[in-house]
């Protein structure tokens, strides 16, 4: 669009004639071309800000901010729809909750096909009701260019009273942008969950072979996130936790049933073959492209703070903290947890064998905290 603007230019340049007032022309046709290249560089500093943000909320959140820089305005709304009948704006920015019904408002008027509505200068403002002081330009977001999902209001430009043609297409640029990436997020949220769901029930199908193992992950997910909690962990820890402390033991579908549901003690090569499950769980998660916490998670749940574990060896804190945490939660629930060829030991008795494992097999500090949490205090009693 621009190239085609500049050759235009340079043609219209070259038709006048050269004793003329040429100088004054090229003025303007740079200021133009000024103003032109300050829009196609606010638009992609933009366009890298909004690649940076990955979630859908901070999209939104961040909106107002770069639009008061694209646009010059002081006043930037986001509106969002809620239950097909309310527009909600959330107060950070301007101190109070904004909830105005749809129905009979100019909302609902914005055509599709022009894709806006310019309210002018002594018109109703929709918000505050009353007369506007500037021109007020209202854009709706939508996902993927369908679905309408709020709006975006902005009024009271610090250079002028109106929008012109240039910043209600520049400020449309940016919302197909905007709605792009809200569809690729809905998109790849539809997509994730869905493989999240497809391993769970593959842990489901591991856990079905083997009835004493059945919500063993489910437990050791949960009293491991009671653990990161106490410990403070970083969001990221405890979303790695919730979904990789499900699938610690994915790794066991590749075990044969003939070891994994043997109903006595293994013997030293059946339990090298147990052995294997972290790798073969990491090796499942790897190519899915997840994050590496959780990847981590797998590979690491059965290392020992004093280096003797498997498969790594990994010693201290060279085992990620959510597989140190993991170790304890699960060594709990499976020594609480009943056996074919042993009775589950009861509560007190597997709180005193972590204790006296701390600092050889388990990191004190985890145990520590484990020992302050609901279960391991032994409030919570749903082991079985
Ligand atoms: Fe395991």
Do not use: W
């Amino acid at each position: 669009y621009v190239l085609d603007r500049v050759s235009r230019e340079r043609e219209i340049l070259k038709s006048i004639p050269e004793n003329g007032d040429k100088s004054r022309v090229v003025k303007t046709l740079n200021s133009a071309l000024f103003k032109k290249l300050n829009e196609i560089n606010s638009l992609l500093s933009l366009n890298m800000e909004l690649d940076e943000l990955t979630e859908a909320e901070a999209i939104l959140n961040n909106l107002p901010g770069m639009i008061e820089r694209l646009l010059r305005a002081r006043r930037v709304l986001v509106l969002m729809i809620r239950e097909d009948r309310y527009l909600v704006a959330d107060g950070e920015r301007n101190g109070n909750k904004v909830v105005l019904p749809i129905e009979g408002s100019v909302f609902v008027d914005i055509d599709e096909r022009q894709g806006h509505l310019l309210l002018d200068v002594g018109d109703h403002d929709p918000i505050t009701g009353s007369a506007l002081k500037t021109q007020m330009l209202i854009v709706p977001i939508t996902v993927g260019d369908v679905e309408r999902i709020g709006y975006l209001v902005v009024a009271d430009r610090v250079e002028s009273y109106h929008f012109g043609e240039d910043e209600i297409r520049l400020l449309k640029v940016l919302l197909k942008k905007v709605s792009m990436r809200l569809e690729n997020n809905a998109l790849y949220e539809v997509t994730y969950n869905h493989l999240i769901n497809t391993l769970k029930s593959l842990v489901l199908t591991i856990e079905a072979r083997d009835e004493y193992t059945k919500n063993h992950s489910e437990r050791v997910t949960n009293i491991a996130l009671e653990i990161a909690k106490e410990m403070n962990c970083r969001q990221e820890e405890i979303d790695a936790i919730r979904f990789g402390g499900y699938l610690h033991d994915i790794g066991k579908i590749g075990v044969k049933d003939m070891i994994l549901l043997k109903p006595a003690r293994l013997t030293d090569s059946e339990f090298e073959e147990i052995k294997k499950h972290p790798v073969i769980g990491y090796n499942i998660i790897s190519p899915l492209g997840f994050f590496p916490l959780e990847q981590q998670l797998i590979r690491h749940h059965h290392e020992r703070f004093d280096g003797r574990g498997y498969p790594d060896g990994l010693s201290g804190e060279d085992i990620p903290l959510i597989a140190r945490i993991l170790a304890v939660a699960d060594t709990y629930d499976s020594m609480t947890s009943t056996r074919p060829y042993r009775k589950g030991l009861g509560h007190d008795v597997a709180v005193e064998e972590i204790k006296r494992c701390a600092g050889s097999q388990f990191d004190p500090q985890v145990a520590d905290a484990f020992f302050r949490t609901p279960t391991g205090k032994g409030v919570k009693r749903d082991a079985s």
